[in-house]
Nanobody, 124 residues
Framework: QVQLVESGGGLVQAGGSLRVSCASS????????MAWFRQAPGKEREFVAL????????DYADSVKGRFTISRDIAKNTVDLQMNNLKPDDAAVYYC?????????????????WGQGTQVTVSS
């Protein structure tokens, strides 16, 4: 059963903004460290951002630092990724992931649950 579902992907012009969201009916997302990864054609899946259970700690890949913001909406049981000043290199399928671990990790192996991904396309 799919327990994480991403939404909000789409086509945006370079320099524009997009917000993707991760939701779950079966999981309470505050119970997990949550992260966003992305994968472009011909490239390895790469870490984008993570957020602690409390939301008090975040971590970002250098390539998105200052442009992307990860956050939790507790009332909606979602984890969001606000993407600003998008670049063509940001185009990828974006995946949400959840981890049982007590410490955040940039490694995909640390995450137990994954969504099916949402496509983000950036035109130049």
């Amino acid at each position: 059963q799919v327990q994480l579902v991403e939404s909000g992907g789409g086509l945006v012009q370079a320099g524009g903004s997009l917000r993707v969201s991760c939701a779950s009916s079966g999981l309470t997302l505050t119970s997990y460290i949550m992260a966003w990864f992305r994968q472009a054609p011909g490239k390895e899946r790469e870490f984008v951002a993570l957020i602690s259970r409390s939301g008090g700690m975040t971590d970002y890949a250098d390539s998105v630092k200052g442009r992307f913001t990860i956050s939790r909406d507790i009332a909606k049981n979602t984890v969001d990724l606000q993407m600003n000043n998008l670049k063509p290199d940001d185009a990828a399928v974006y995946y949400c992931a959840a981890s049982f671990r007590s410490l955040g990790s940039r490694s995909s192996g640390a995450y137990s649950y994954w969504g099916q991904g949402t496509q983000v396309t950036v035109s130049s």
